[in-house]
């Protein structure tokens, strides 16, 4: 029998689960019957007695001072409606473990498992069931992960019968059947299907399960990089391949600090004190488009592991992330069927990656949030990570033949299955309905566990080799590792979290928190030792052998037996056409407004440019002590600043940058020079703090609508613009990804595709952390000079014609060579100390800049718009490259820029508003606090 | 001069280790990573130092309350390596899950293993907070904030859980004995209840205690981000001595250890 603890808070005592809840209905859904939620937590015990229950109450579950609880008894008596919401069974509760161990820690014997969920009373006379279902539909479960418990379970222990390893009959297929086969499973076109066909043909026999899920597989577009490696024809003839290209252009630019690029989990540079730094950016746009909560925690979960997983083990010390949705306040008619609302994404997105950090102790200090409509198709969820490791274990280890394969960390279930081949599909209607089972809930303590072990291990040199166990399971990480030896695995030799898992789901699974090891058979014992040591569990599921095969048993019948060169060299070369079309877009107008004041509250309070205070306060930044620059500085600690510095070994003065940057709208104007905006705008970012421009490396993510020729024309155009950038500033990309999946095509015939993203991330090394600089003012009366390339005219694209309602054609046209030369001014400016302030002009142009800097120092500003410049251009155009600077008044600027474009703009002062002038004519004069009040309001009403 | 050994403790989730090692080395102890399960394993032992220092995290994922589990493993398994530690006049630290634990295993305020009386409860706010905050220290006879009464410190936040809450009368009582360290204060200096100065939802604006011997201390905010001149956020603005201010409270138990 189940035994069952219910927890509340006491009557007068504040339920602010159940006050948030109550926030979400009036705001999110605007539901006003519900008058008061009140919650209690449901705890689930098989295997013990009412008393023991009772016991664990009373020593664990129920806090007297503030809680109440009754065994095996309601606790919520007179609410209108009790809903309780639950896991669904093979959906792991992270709580549950600890439940087990507490309980054997004090000493109850016979627990056989144990559960949590949470109990919601709704009370209010008016509340409809309708209302009900609305609040538990939209906001409390997410199908793909929980459900609704109508009864008491019978039982907690999962059971079931592992399937049987099936034979499928690809021979004897047509082209009809080969297409049915792949579709909604596999996700590979026909010609491929054929390859398989032929090659089973030519062995003289059909696959398995096994067989035709792991080349499937490795064959995605998510592990294959098809599109990227593809023949490209554009405009009729042939280029070099994507990443070719990209990696030719790392190559030629021969960076002395690169140690490691584009071969490894992550690119390496060189760091100090034999140390060096790496980093790493991942999407998880499928998973989180579906079930945002966990999907943004195994994003985060995942390029962690890519930082442990990268040369022998590296630790990890810093998380990004970038997010890209439709507006929260869309309405939801808008929705496309299948999709999730923005609001709730936006949440659940930023809950996922503020838990999974938080809780593995990694800070999160760099990130970004953009909108557009056309996210509604698919959001875009990006998440990068960076870390710290010993040089001289910095490149990737290669498993020698006799070396153990060895499993670390979380058990194997049945989560994230056909989770790579989803990625690389599109949005439809059925998503969410047939790949639920690619979505888990995230176990950052397991994570952290494993880590600590890894680096352990590391430090003792018992590490031949290690990867993550990410997309595709052990079968891409097994397969990957041994593709130069070979490899032989014993698939029931892997600890699963219940049975039930057919062989070739052990094979694929994509559960998290999990690492694959090459270990010599001598140090497997050690291993071992430090592994108990942490709580983690270890398996030795085979070893890498010499034959140049991918082999696995199942009981001792073998249920896969693969060449491994047609597993990664069989896949065909596809030849693709590219052709973009420049779209026909209107020149913008630029009108001078009637009410100034109104234009730059409007501006400061757009989505894009808005205060995301409320996110950053989520996130641990602090943790670890390393944060040299944290995102928002000054006097009220509300000034946003455009890099993180950090400084990863304690004690020392070295500081490592990291920045980014993205503008997809004018992706949609011209790919090419919106790809350069992104470059620029991410290493001025890094060098406004004071980054030394010749020691940043730089990161590539495409995400990209599904590549039909004028997108993939278009992917053509920003990977030109990558190569271009790299060439002129010798900055490389040492580590990339591209996800092409995020196009929406409905049942009617709908499709939307959302604007194209590069997010292009920098991260380098600064001698002295002490030696950089932030975006808040220090002092009144200094003079704030304005410097860099601009063409003022170049507006389209900006904030301001997106709020006048037309992107416009002529937009910023950086050029690299010139911005290279401002940012080798700008490094020696900031190192000479004459700047006391200094902010990288961005999206909203001048005025937000101005405006943000203001903040930060609680001052004001008087600033003078030269004669020849249009008002309206020369405080919103958002070329990136330029800079406002704090100097004090008696520097004269040209000493310190040299032949840079710069100019004094303008004064700080101790009024604390912002006046501008032009030709002495006072244009307006706006208060600092209504300013920032219009720029905090939007982020504060979407988070309490 | 031999110099104090401060044992940091380690379980599965605990994340500021290795910055509460750097903070105790900063001010001239000796330092040993410790794993609970060495301690329950008997390869170490909890005599062979004279700090212990309970680090933030999130102990085994703060499952159920936080730093539940790890309270009840350490009654459970060390109940009297620690009560001997205690006896022995030696130090305890707890910050953030730390402060958890202690108040969760009853050691805090009043060094009874097993009575809880005081609690940390989910923030008000029902979610983490990260944020450098004003705290006042109190005068007490707590050891780790010598000579630093009526000072205002800066120092960061970062918790789901760090409402400090209890029944008036233990309230009440630890009002009495002075055994409040420290409070969230405004910018003026004085204790606040008002969110987001006071980030928690406090009682009393309550940031940190101590028992009464003022040996054993407990605080929600991290005083070990906050030992060098570069992790203050506004370093670039202020003078040194305010980005240093929480060097003090580690130099204090060192000091104090010191003389044992």
Redesign the interface.
């Known amino acids: 029998m189940i035994q069952e603890v219910l927890v509340m808070t006491k009557d007068g005592i504040p339920d602010n689960k159940g006050d948030e809840v109550l926030y979400e209905i009036r705001q999110a859904l605007g539901i006003n019957s519900v008058e008061k939620v009140r919650t209690a937590k449901v705890f689930r015990f098989e295997g013990i007695d009412e008393d023991a229950a009772y016991f664990l109450a009373v020593r664990l579950l129920a806090e007297e001072i503030f809680q109440s609880f009754r065994v095996n008894g309601a606790v919520i008596n007179d609410a209108a409606f009790v809903i309780e919401v639950a896991y669904r069974p093979g959906v792991m509760n992270p709580e549950a473990a600890s439940l087990m161990k507490s309980a054997s820690d004090l000493g109850v014997d016979g627990l056989i498992a144990a559960d949590s969920s949470w109990q919601y009373g709704f009370y209010g006379e008016k509340i409809t069931g309708a209302d009900i279902e609305r609040i538990v539909n939209n906001l409390l479960v997410n199908a793909t992960v929980e459900y609704v418990v109508k009864e008491k379970p019978e039982t907690l222990v999962i059971q079931g019968n592992p399937g049987r390893t099936e034979i499928v009959p690809i021979r004897g297929m047509n082209d009809q059947q080969l297409i049915e086969l792949s579709r909604d499973k596999l996700f590979l076109n026909l010609e491929e299907m054929k390859v398989i066909q032929n090659y089973f043909s030519s062995l003289g026999r059909d696959p398995t399960d096994c067989e035709i899920e792991i080349i499937a597989q490795t064959w995605s577009e998510h592990c294959g990089h098809k599109t990227f490696k593809a023949r490209l024809i554009v405009d009729g003839k042939e280029k070099k391949p994507l990443l070719k290209r990209l990696r030719d252009a790392t190559e030629e630019s021969k960076h002395p600090l690169v140690l490691s690029a584009f071969v490894d989990n992550s690119g390496v540079m060189d760091f100090y004190d034999g140390m060096a730094i790496c980093g790493k950016v991942e999407t998880h746009n499928s998973p989180s488009a579906i079930e945002p909560y966990g999907g943004a925690m195994t994003g985060s979960g995942g390029v962690f592991r890519d930082i442990v997983g990268t040369g022998l083990g590296a630790k990890v010390i810093a998380s990004t992330d970038m997010f890209c949705f439709a507006p929260p306040d869309l309405p939801a008619e808008e929705i496309p069927p299948g999709c999730l609302h923005p609001h709730y994404l936006l949440r659940r997105a930023i809950a996922g990656i503020r838990d999974y950090g938080n809780r593995i102790g990694i800070p999160t200090n760099n990130g970004s949030l953009h909108f557009h409509r056309d996210f509604r198709a698919k959001p875009t969820v990006i998440a990068g990570s960076y870390g710290i490791l010993p040089a001289a274990a910095c490149q990737k280890g290669q498993p020698k033949p006799g070396d153990r394969v060895i499993a670390m960390g979380g058990r194997t279930g049945r989560d994230g299955i056909h989770g790579a081949t989803f990625s690389s599909g599109e949005m439809t209607d059925r998503t969410i309905d047939v790949n639920a089972s690619a979505v888990q809930i995230g176990h950052p303590i397991e994570e952290k566990r494993m880590f600590d072990a890894i680096l352990t291990a590391r430090d003792e040199g018992l590490i031949r080799a290690i990867t993550d166990c990410g997309a595709g399971g052990f079968a891409s990480a097994v397969g990957e590792m041994g593709a130069e030896t070979g490899a032989r695995i014993a698939l029931d030799l892997a600890p699963l979290k219940y049975p039930g898992l057919s062989p070739w789901e052990i094979l694929l699974s994509e559960s998290q928190e999990r690492m694959v090891l090459s270990v010599a058979p001598e140090h497997v014992e050690r291993l071992f030792e430090i592994c108990r040591d942490n709580n983690v569990e270890i398996t030795v599921l085979g070893e890498f052998t010499s034959d140049g095969h991918f082999s696995a048993t199942y009981e001792g019948r073998e249920v896969m037996n693969l060449d491994m060169s047609f597993l990664h060299g069989g896949l065909p070369q596809r030849v693709l056409n590219a052709a973009w079309k420049r779209p026909s877009l209107d020149a913008h107008q630029i009108e001078t407004p009637a009410d100034w004041p109104g234009l730059y509250k409007k501006v400061m309070g757009h989505l894009n440019i808005c205060s995301k205070d409320p996110i950053v306060r989520m996130y641990d930044h602090g943790v670890q002590g390393t944060c040299a620059l944290p995102p928002f500085t000054g006097v009220h600690g509300d000034g946003p600043n455009d890099a993180a510095i950090i400084t990863p070994i304690l004690g020392m003065p070295y500081g490592m940058v990291i920045a980014h940057g993205l503008n997809p709208v004018l992706n949609l104007i011209d790919p090419y020079y919106g790809s350069i905006w992104a470059a620029a705008e991410a290493v001025s970012n890094a060098v406004a703090c004071g980054a030394n421009p010749a020691e940043i490396t730089l990161i590539d993510n495409f995400i990209w609508p599904f590549p039909d020729e004028e997108q993939l024309g278009a992917l053509d155009m920003a990977v030109d613009a990558c190569v271009d950038f790299v060439r002129a500033t010798g900055m490389p990309f040492i580590s990339g990804k591209d996800s092409l999946s995020s196009t929406y095509r409905g049942k009617d015939g709908t499709v939307i595709r959302i604007p194209p993203v590069l997010c292009v991330s920098a991260f380098g090394r600064i001698p002295d952390a002490a030696k950089t600089v932030s975006a808040d003012f220090k002092a009144t009366g200094s003079h704030i000079v304005l410097f860099g390339y601009r063409d003022t005219k170049e507006m389209a694209g900006s904030v301001y014609c997106q709020i006048h309602g037309a992107l416009g054609s002529n937009l910023p046209r950086i050029n690299p060579d010139n911005l290279m030369r401002v940012l080798k001014t700008l490094y020696r400016a900031v190192g000479s100390g004459k700047l006391q302030a200094c902010h990288d002009i961005s999206e909203g142009g001048l005025a937000v800049a101005l405006a943000e800097m203001c903040f930060g120092g609680d001052t004001g500003a008087v600033i003078n718009i030269p004669e020849d410049e249009d008002a309206v251009n020369f405080l919103f155009n958002e070329t990136a490259g330029c800079f406002l600077a704090e100097v004090s008044a008696g520097l004269n600027p040209a000493a310190i820029f040299g032949d840079i474009p710069c100019r004094i703009i303008g004064v700080t002062s101790t009024d604390k508003s912002i006046t501008v002038k032009q030709s002495e004519e006072e244009l307006f004069t706006l208060e600092l606090g209504e300013l920032k009040t219009a720029w905090q309001q939007p982020m504060k009403e979407v988070f309490r | 001069m031999k110099k104090p050994g401060v044992c940091v403790l380690?379980a599965?989730?605990i994340?500021?280790d290795?910055?509460t090692y750097?903070?105790f080395e900063?001010a001239g102890a000796e330092c040993a990573m410790v794993?609970i399960?060495?301690l329950r394993r008997g390869e170490k032992k909890l005599s062979g130092y004279q700090i212990l220092a309970l680090p933030?995290?999130?102990s085994?994922?703060?499952?159920?309350?936080s730093g539940?589990?790890l309270a009840?493993?350490l009654i459970?398994?060390l109940k009297e390596q620690l009560m001997e530690f205690v006896n022995k006049g030696k130090l305890i630290i707890g910050i953030c899950n730390g402060f958890q634990v202690l108040a969760?295993t009853g050691l805090l305020p009043y060094r009874r293993l097993g009575e809880?009386?005081?609690?940390l409860?989910?923030?008000?706010?029902?979610?983490?907070?990260?944020?450098?905050v004003n705290l006042l220290v109190e005068s007490t006879r707590c050891v780790f904030t010598r000579g630093m009464a009526g000072r205002v410190i800066s120092v960061?936040v970062?918790n789901?859980g760090g409402k400090f809450?209890?029944?008036p009368d233990t309230l009440q009582d630890i009002e009495d004995q002075g055994l409040v360290v420290f409070r969230y204060a405004g910018n003026d200096g004085s204790p606040t209840l008002s969110y987001?100065a006071n980030p928690n939802g406090s009682l009393n604006a309550i940031a940190g205690i101590c028992d009464s011997t003022g040996r054993i201390m407990g605080m929600m905010p991290?005083p070990?981000?906050?030992?060098?001149?570069?992790?203050h956020?506004?370093?670039?603005?202020l003078p040194d001595d305010i980005s240093l201010c929480c060097r003090e409270i580690f130099n204090n138990a060192v000091e104090y250890a010191r003389q044992m």
């Open positions: 380690r599965d989730g994340n500021c290795e910055e750097h903070a900063n794993h399960n060495q933030g995290g999130f085994y994922g703060d499952d159920v309350h539940k589990i009840v493993e459970s398994f969760r809880i009386k005081t609690t409860m989910v923030n008000s706010s029902n979610h983490f907070e990260c944020r450098w960061q970062a789901g809450y209890t029944t987001p991290h070990e981000r906050c030992v060098g001149k570069t992790q956020p506004n370093w670039r603005r």
